[in-house]
Protein backbone atom coordinates (compact mmCIF):
# COMPACT_ATOMS: atom_id res chain seq x y z
CA UNK A 1 0.00 0.00 0.00
CA UNK A 2 3.46 2.11 0.95
CA UNK A 3 3.95 1.99 -2.32
CA UNK A 4 0.93 2.64 -4.52
CA UNK A 5 0.85 5.60 -2.13
CA UNK A 6 4.19 6.67 -2.94
CA UNK A 7 4.13 6.10 -6.66
CA UNK A 8 1.02 8.36 -6.59
CA UNK A 9 2.61 10.68 -5.19
CA UNK A 10 5.40 10.99 -7.17
CA UNK A 11 3.48 10.74 -10.72
CA UNK A 12 1.59 13.78 -8.87
CA UNK A 13 4.01 16.00 -8.01
CA UNK A 14 5.97 15.02 -11.83
CA UNK A 15 3.32 16.07 -13.51
CA UNK A 16 3.22 19.47 -11.84
CA UNK A 17 6.86 20.30 -12.51
CA UNK A 18 5.58 19.27 -15.87
CA UNK A 19 3.20 21.59 -15.68
CA UNK A 20 5.01 23.94 -14.15
CA UNK A 21 8.00 24.05 -17.22
CA UNK A 22 5.54 24.44 -20.17
CA UNK A 23 6.71 26.41 -22.44
CA UNK A 24 4.53 29.75 -21.88
CA UNK A 25 4.98 29.64 -18.26
CA UNK A 26 6.19 32.78 -16.45
CA UNK A 27 8.16 32.48 -13.45
CA UNK A 28 10.89 35.54 -13.01
CA UNK A 29 13.30 35.75 -10.51
CA UNK A 30 14.23 39.27 -9.54
CA UNK A 31 14.43 41.69 -6.74
CA UNK A 32 11.32 42.74 -5.52
CA UNK A 33 9.48 46.26 -6.69
CA UNK A 34 9.29 48.51 -3.71
CA UNK A 35 6.30 50.17 -4.00
CA UNK A 36 3.76 46.57 -3.39
CA UNK A 37 4.17 44.59 0.06
CA UNK A 38 5.58 41.49 0.04
CA UNK A 39 3.15 39.23 -0.81
CA UNK A 40 0.22 41.12 -1.58
CA UNK A 41 -0.64 41.19 -5.45
CA UNK A 42 -0.35 44.66 -7.29
CA UNK A 43 -2.92 45.86 -9.78
CA UNK A 44 -1.32 44.38 -12.94
CA UNK A 45 -1.37 40.27 -11.61
CA UNK A 46 2.19 40.57 -10.40
CA UNK A 47 2.80 38.90 -6.73
CA UNK A 48 6.31 40.17 -5.19
CA UNK A 49 8.24 38.18 -3.21
CA UNK A 50 11.61 38.16 -1.81
CA UNK A 51 13.57 36.63 -4.64
CA UNK A 52 10.65 35.64 -7.01
CA UNK A 53 8.05 37.66 -9.16
CA UNK A 54 4.82 35.70 -10.21
CA UNK A 55 2.02 36.63 -12.78
CA UNK A 56 -0.62 35.60 -11.78
CA UNK A 57 -3.96 36.18 -13.70
CA UNK A 58 -7.56 34.71 -13.71
CA UNK A 59 -8.82 32.80 -16.37
CA UNK A 60 -9.89 35.33 -19.19
CA UNK A 61 -13.28 35.33 -21.29
CA UNK A 62 -14.07 32.89 -23.43
CA UNK A 63 -15.35 34.58 -26.77
CA UNK A 64 -16.24 31.06 -28.39
CA UNK A 65 -18.80 30.13 -26.12
CA UNK A 66 -21.86 29.02 -27.71
CA UNK A 67 -20.22 29.05 -31.10
CA UNK A 68 -20.28 25.61 -33.00
CA UNK A 69 -17.21 24.38 -33.88
CA UNK A 70 -16.01 23.20 -37.90
CA UNK A 71 -18.73 20.25 -38.08
CA UNK A 72 -21.11 22.75 -36.25
CA UNK A 73 -21.05 21.08 -32.71
CA UNK A 74 -21.36 22.81 -29.32
CA UNK A 75 -20.13 20.50 -26.89
CA UNK A 76 -22.29 19.99 -23.65
CA UNK A 77 -22.52 18.49 -20.42
CA UNK A 78 -21.83 15.27 -21.70
CA UNK A 79 -19.11 15.97 -23.47
CA UNK A 80 -17.86 17.35 -20.61
CA UNK A 81 -18.19 14.60 -18.58
CA UNK A 82 -16.53 12.73 -21.44
CA UNK A 83 -13.41 15.13 -21.59
CA UNK A 84 -12.98 14.96 -17.83
CA UNK A 85 -12.62 11.51 -17.90
CA UNK A 86 -10.27 11.01 -20.51
CA UNK A 87 -8.06 14.26 -18.94
CA UNK A 88 -5.08 12.35 -17.96
CA UNK A 89 -4.95 10.80 -21.48
CA UNK A 90 -5.23 14.27 -22.90
CA UNK A 91 -2.65 15.85 -20.77
CA UNK A 92 0.09 13.31 -21.38
CA UNK A 93 -0.90 13.33 -25.31
CA UNK A 94 -0.73 17.15 -25.67
CA UNK A 95 3.37 16.85 -24.33
CA UNK A 96 3.79 14.75 -27.19
CA UNK A 97 1.54 16.58 -30.02
CA UNK A 98 0.36 20.22 -29.18
CA UNK A 99 -2.34 20.16 -31.61
CA UNK A 100 -4.14 18.27 -28.49
CA UNK A 101 -6.02 20.17 -26.64
CA UNK A 102 -7.82 18.84 -22.77
CA UNK A 103 -10.87 21.50 -23.05
CA UNK A 104 -13.01 21.98 -26.04
CA UNK A 105 -13.58 25.82 -26.89
CA UNK A 106 -16.62 25.58 -28.15
CA UNK A 107 -18.91 24.52 -25.87
CA UNK A 108 -22.41 25.79 -24.31
CA UNK A 109 -20.77 27.22 -20.62
CA UNK A 110 -21.53 26.59 -17.13
CA UNK A 111 -22.98 23.31 -18.30
CA UNK A 112 -19.44 22.06 -19.83
CA UNK A 113 -17.71 23.15 -17.01
CA UNK A 114 -19.85 21.25 -14.70
CA UNK A 115 -19.38 18.51 -16.87
CA UNK A 116 -15.96 18.24 -17.13
CA UNK A 117 -15.26 19.08 -13.20
CA UNK A 118 -17.72 15.83 -12.72
CA UNK A 119 -15.57 13.75 -15.26
CA UNK A 120 -12.21 14.42 -13.63
CA UNK A 121 -13.88 13.90 -10.08
CA UNK A 122 -15.43 10.58 -11.60
CA UNK A 123 -11.42 9.73 -12.06
CA UNK A 124 -10.29 10.73 -8.70
CA UNK A 125 -13.41 8.41 -7.59
CA UNK A 126 -12.26 5.51 -9.06
CA UNK A 127 -8.59 5.99 -8.39
CA UNK A 128 -9.32 6.41 -4.80
CA UNK A 129 -11.86 2.84 -4.69
CA UNK A 130 -8.94 1.18 -6.46
CA UNK A 131 -6.11 2.26 -4.70
CA UNK A 132 -8.26 2.25 -1.23
CA UNK A 133 -9.31 -1.44 -1.98
CA UNK A 134 -6.79 -3.13 -0.60
CA UNK A 135 -6.77 -1.05 2.92
CA UNK A 136 -8.84 -2.76 5.11
Not at 49 to 59: E, K, L
Not at 76 to 102: A, C, R
Given at each position: M?N???F???V???L????G????????????????????????????????????YI????????????R?????I?L??????IS?????????N???Q????????N???????V??A???????????S???
Amino acid sequence: MKNKLFFVSLVAILLVMVAGCAPNSVVKINTPVPDTQAGTPAPNGQINIPGVSFQIYIPGVNSLVNSPDARGNVAGILLGIWHGIISPVTLVWSFINPNVQMYEVHNNGNQYNLGFLVGIAIVFIILGALLGSGRR
